[in-house]
């Protein structure tokens, strides 16, 4: 019986602990409890996985395979012609940069303030309580639960190094977003002084769907007859901010 007993409560645990695995996977953030393991539930993962999942490949040879190894090898053969080439490129003049809009003295000041347990709390706490989990699985909610206790003084240890240190927000545990997201809301605190307000992309509160609907407004007046003849220029940004 005291057998029996230990390994219910082990299968609970582990029960329990797949569901939170399969609860971070899925990505949905409208699921209630009663959700978790229902027909629903498990429908929403096989919907991500057939979304996610890539049968086939064109290889650069022009043959189409549909190799799982295959498929996974020249993904990662055409990120690192992608990423590990370098090109020349022309200097830009301080003549050209200055002559643009610059940071004021506020702005410079909070990009390279220290970072404050205040700042570092702020952070922890706006993550998702099922985003982002460590390496040994503990998502952010461990963070904010044990933050009295242990966490607060670690936290900010660890995030000592902000004013040189960039890390990017995808596929990182708590504590690189933390990092990033600090670096983050300083930048967008800083962006304003830099960036027009004819932007739509870089601005909070904006969308890039803005940009769909106004070229659909404009494409409306295309047809017309009588008109003054017109163009519009498409830009492919094939490597964001290197290659155009």
Known sequence: MEQDKLLRSKLLTLKFAEKQFFSQKIKCNFLKDSDKGSKFFHALM?????????????????????????????????????????????????????????????????????????????????????????????SSLFFKKTWHIYWGKSLCGCTGFLCFWKAPISCCNVIYKVITKILAGRLAHALTDIISPMQNAFWGGRLMSDNINLVQELLKKYGRKRSSPRNLLKVDFRKAFDSV
Not at 50 to 76: C, D, K, Q
Not at 107 to 130: E, M
């Open 46 to 138: 096989d919907h991500n996985h057939i979304r996610n999942f890539i049968p086939a490949i064109m290889t650069t040879h022009g043959r189409l395979s549909s190799s799982l190894e295959e498929v996974g090898a020249i993904f990662v053969n055409y990120l690192q012609q992608l990423l590990g080439t370098s090109k020349s490129t022309i200097p830009l003049a301080s003549a050209v940069i200055h002559s643009g809009p610059c940071l004021s003295s506020s702005s410079y000041d909070l990009l390279l303030s220290p970072d404050s347990h205040k700042d570092i709390r702020k952070a922890v706490f706006s993550i998702g309580d099922d985003k982002a989990p460590r390496p040994y699985g503990y």
